[in-house]
T-cell receptor, first 112, second 111 residues
Framework: DGGITQSPKYLFRKEGQNVTLSCEQN?????MYWYRQDPGQGLRLIYY???????QKGDIAEGYSVSREKKESFPLTVTSAQKNPTAFYLC???????????FGPGTRLTVT | AQSVTQPDIHITVSEGASLELRCNYS??????LFWYVQSPGQGLQLLLK??????LVQGIKGFEAEFKRSQSSFNLRKPSVHWSDAAEYFC?????????FGTGTSLTVIP
């Protein structure tokens, strides 16, 4: 089955620790995205990538970092510089023709 | 500036009643338009999309949406709501790598 996987589903970290969220897709999509979702705020774009080894900041990139070493993978690192990291994180991918985005199941990160 | 507005934060309907969720957008060019649905704690699922052509588009689960260029709107409709339709609904607009989501409308279905 083609799709997007995110792991883990729930993640707990202590304040001050970096944490990496995994996102893998087997849809052969060129573009991948990371969004943050907070209650009542919809989705906010963190980073996106349209090609391997290249990525662009979204609206709220501060405190986050990404890499795109393989077409299938787009991991997101939440660094200790992110002031309020507790949120639901969604990964998505799309082709470069229609740009309709397909989403993974999400990772809920809790930092205490 | 580009933006998407979903004016209804929360809507409650009775099972079997009709549904309309509103979406208005501001975008420089003619955008691609999407509706997504999200169940609690899950990712987003694409319900339908509009790229061009017929302004009334059909989607999955019996949903449809109508693009009205003059009103910059893309409202989602369903003739008869089922209890399983209770979820969060997001409108999105975009073109290329410029993609914008609304803040969502939460739907409650009363038996």
């Amino acid at each position: 089955d083609g799709g997007i996987t995110q792991s883990p589903k729930y993640l707990f970290r202590k304040e001050g620790q970096n944490v990496t969220l995994s996102c893998e897709q087997n849809l052969n999509h060129d573009a991948m995205y990371w969004y943050r979702q907070d209650p009542g705020q919809g989705l906010r774009l963190i980073y996106y990538s349209q090609i391997v080894n290249d990525f662009q900041k979204g609206d709220i990139a501060e405190g986050y970092s990404v890499s795109r070493e393989k077409k299938e993978s787009f991991p997101l690192t939440v660094t200790s510089a992110q002031k309020n990291p507790t949120a639901f994180y969604l990964c998505a991918s799309s082709n470069l023709i229609s740009y309709e985005q397909y989403f993974g199941p999400g990772t809920r990160l809790t930092v205490t | 500036a580009q933006s998407v507005t979903q004016p209804d934060i929360h809507i409650t309907v009775s099972e079997g009643a009709s549904l309309e969720l509103r979406c208005n957008y501001s975008y420089g060019a003619t955008p691609y338009l999407f509706w997504y649905v999200q169940s609690p704690g899950q990712g987003l699922q694409l319900l339908l999309k509009y790229f061009s052509g017929d302004t009334l588009v059909q989607g999955i689960k019996g949903f449809e949406a109508e693009f009205k260029r003059s009103q910059s709107s893309f409202n989602l409709r369903k003739p008869s709501v089922h209890w399983s339709d209770a979820a969060e609904y997001f409108c999105a607009v975009g073109r290329g790598n410029q993609f914008y989501f609304g803040t969502g409308t939460s739907l409650t279905v009363i038996p």
